[in-house]
């Protein structure tokens, strides 16, 4: 509670800056108070005192909301049982959840800012990758495609790969999920 009270304090004062800052740009502005009953003044000013409340009571359950919402999407992208890993328009993973760590055998670090090619085994595989990564990227409909990927301290693994383009979605340009399908390309 204490930092919300830090947070409410920090911003009351910022809009206290912001509302002189108009006043000095706006010396001419006049609330007409001057004929004004003192204590209808004082009746007005509680009223938007009230107004200003609720308005900020409104904003904080709106973002109580929001952060629940953000949370339980982090959950659904972190707990999936596809490797997901959301790249960039230069093919550079952004984001890549739990299940793509564990794929790649490696940790975030290990594959966060790295080009998503560089996990990709075997020049056929890249080539089905990119050509599937540009078809997505343009008609914003999944493709998906067969490929080896690199497993570290591992064999390759068989991967089915589904690329999804995304709408301009800040810096991300599209998702890729993985699925290890080794058995079932071995049973083939």
Known sequence: MQCGGVVKKKTVAELRKKAEKRLEENPNFSPDLEDKDPKRLIHELKTYQIELEIQNETLREAQLDLEKSRRKYATLFEAAPVGYFALDNNGIVREVNDEGRRLLGLHRGGIIGKMFPVFIAGREGLDAFLK?????????????????????????????????????????????????????????
Do not use: W, Y
């Open 132 to 188: 599937s990564r540009n078809s997505a990227r343009l008609s914003h409909a999944p493709q998906t495609c067969d490929i080896r990927m690199k497993r570290k301290n591992s064999p390759n693994f068989h991967a089915q790969v589904t690329i999804t383009g995304l709408e301009q979605s800040g810096d991300l340009n599209c998702l890729v999920g993985v699925s290890d399908v080794t058995a079932r390309k071995e049973a083939e």
